[in-house]
């Protein structure tokens, strides 16, 4: 089955830098790739995703790459705020059928003021 | 529109009592899952529903058991709690293919 990896597990940041978050996929048929954030004592919430006919995709500050050569793919964050501080999850499936992702462990991401 | 709601949001159990966790969605969507969140486990996967009327076992699924009981329910019951099922459950749903949506959680102590 797929295997995701994530790293790094703790990322600490000052405010204004920019955080980078890669995973890395097992199974190459895996062609749907999202990230997901949660805050503390909340639900986890979609933030960005990707397919794999495109190898980037922006929505205003968060980036997401994907490499589908090297099976990796990676969140940017730039401008870090300290509301960006929480735990994110990458994830990969395969559309089509029933769609049973592969989370990573995730990436606890501490901005500091 | 409620997405998908949880209930209880937080239970008390003793070893060997049971339990049921409820989840109800209202997008329309044909799967359904439960996980559980341990610090350092990330999301595992308990059960999942692909579409009304099928279940299928994941990651974790032993001392779980889980019933599809319409396309909007799906519930997960502990038949007899353990210490280490302590933990966080979520319930998540998606259209087929697509972004889960999770619930808010309900925590779960088993002492």
């Known amino acids: 089955g797929e295997n995701v990896e994530q790293h790094p597990s703790t990322l600490s940041v000052q405010e204004g830098d920019s955080a980078v978050i890669k995973c890395t996929y097992s199974d190459s048929a895996s062609n749907y790739f999202p990230w997901y954030k949660q805050e503390l004592g909340k639900r986890p919430q979609l933030i960005i995703d990707?397919?794999?006919?495109?190898g980037e995709k922006k929505d205003q500050r968060i980036a997401v790459t994907l490499n589908k050569t090297a099976k990796h793919f990676s969140l940017h964050i730039t401008e870090t705020q300290p509301e960006d501080s929480a735990v994110y999850f990458c994830a990969a499936s395969k559309q089509g059928g029933s769609y049973i992702p592969t989370f990573g462990r995730g990436t606890s991401l501490i901005v500091h003021p | 529109n409620a997405g998908v709601t949880q209930t209880p949001k937080f239970q008390v159990l003793k070893t060997g009592q049971s339990m049921t966790l409820q989840c109800a969605q209202d997008?329309?969507?044909?799967?359904m899952y439960w996980y559980r969140q341990d610090p350092g486990m990330g999301l595992r996967l308990i059960y999942y529903?692909?579409?009304?009327?099928?279940?299928d076992k994941g990651e974790v699924p032993n001392g779980y058991n889980v019933s599809r009981l319409n396309k909007r329910e799906f519930s997960l019951r502990l038949e007899s709690a353990a210490p280490s099922q302590t933990s966080v459950y979520f319930c998540a749903s998606s259209a087929l293919s697509e972004t889960q949506y999770f619930g808010p959680g309900t925590r779960l102590l088993v002492l």
């Open positions: 997008m329309n969507h044909n799967s």
């Open positions: 529903s692909a579409s009304e009327g099928t279940t």
């Open positions: 990707i397919r794999s006919n495109v």
